[in-house]
């Protein structure tokens, strides 16, 4: 039997303030179209069953294009497929707080034929030949002992972080899950990550997480997995746009004319270097930047890069500081209460009309304000 799995879809994932021709968030038909290609590039190795690790939307109740569209793209691939089983487990992204809300993938068990999508309880799904596939939601994460009963050809399904991955899990360590399933297919983790050679996570199919910079490194894809010997092959497939974390600035030795030199042609390297031309999504960090830095870049050569780009962060540290070390991308340490803030007005939700980076430079002037009269600086 052979198996194709991915994770992680977040359909529905909105982000920056930018609009298509027909009013819609660009980065949620991103999301979609590279749904779609994922979805072609399965069909492609016909395999017998399809899973997916969980989140398949980015929030409990999608748009109903987004619910359309996904509705079309999956009924038309399983019509193909004549029915062949497609399991879903539940992610935290589209699992309701209030049990009433229910979950939209709900809707789709009902009408796409072979469509099973497990988001209450954990349960055990029979996938032909002999297989048999614990389905555990994020919900029930280290919460389904009865369901844990080692026979030859069980797999697991399941949407949440193992021991390893977030600590102080030993409930869920590698090897004890290793021990006990034959296979484990893990979504929530958005890098693709083999923990052992059959307990895998398949990562996001697109760059949707709030900090997804580590992610532009790391190949996006599909695995598909032989049961004859548990053997497993990656299937790159590029994301709809683009993101591109540029090589950082070292402002020390640089006047102001000189970073903007820098920034400009950064940005005109790698935009040479690209395949298509959808703008793509860039941050650039300067280093050893002076405390004003940011501040005093010419609007025109940021307005410059802007153009370009769907959307260009501009991030200046005032020491050279290497990557966060932490296998949890979320909240780096030592952050100043400047990019503290800088990070968190980035991403607040404000009216589209609202100058966000007049926000970002408002309170960046607060805090240096309140620096100087406290003596900090
Ligand atoms: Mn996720």
Redesign the pocket.
Known sequence: MRIAFF??T?LGHRKFTKLDENGLNVREVDVMQTFRRFLDSIEKRDPDVILHG??FF?VVRPSNLTLSHALQSLMKLQEKRGGRPFVVVG???EMPKVRGTGCALQLYNEVIPGFKAVYGDPEAVSLGEGHVLHCVPSSRVGDWEDLRKREKGTMLLM?GLIDGIEHGRPDLSPAKIEREYEFAFL????LHQAIRDTVVYVG?TDY??TNFWKECGTPKGWMEVDTEDWKWTFHEVKPARRALDLPSIDASDMTLDEVGEAMLEQLAAALKSLDDDNPPIVRQVIVNAWPDLRREVPFTILQECRRQCLDYDLVTRAVSTKETQSATPERPRGQTLAMRWEEFAKEYEIPEDVNREGIVRTGEDYISEARRTSGED
């Not at 979504?187 to 958005?190: I, N, Q």
């Open positions: 994770s992680d977040h969980g989140d980015d992610g935290n992204h949407h979504g929530d983790y958005h996001s949707v997480a």
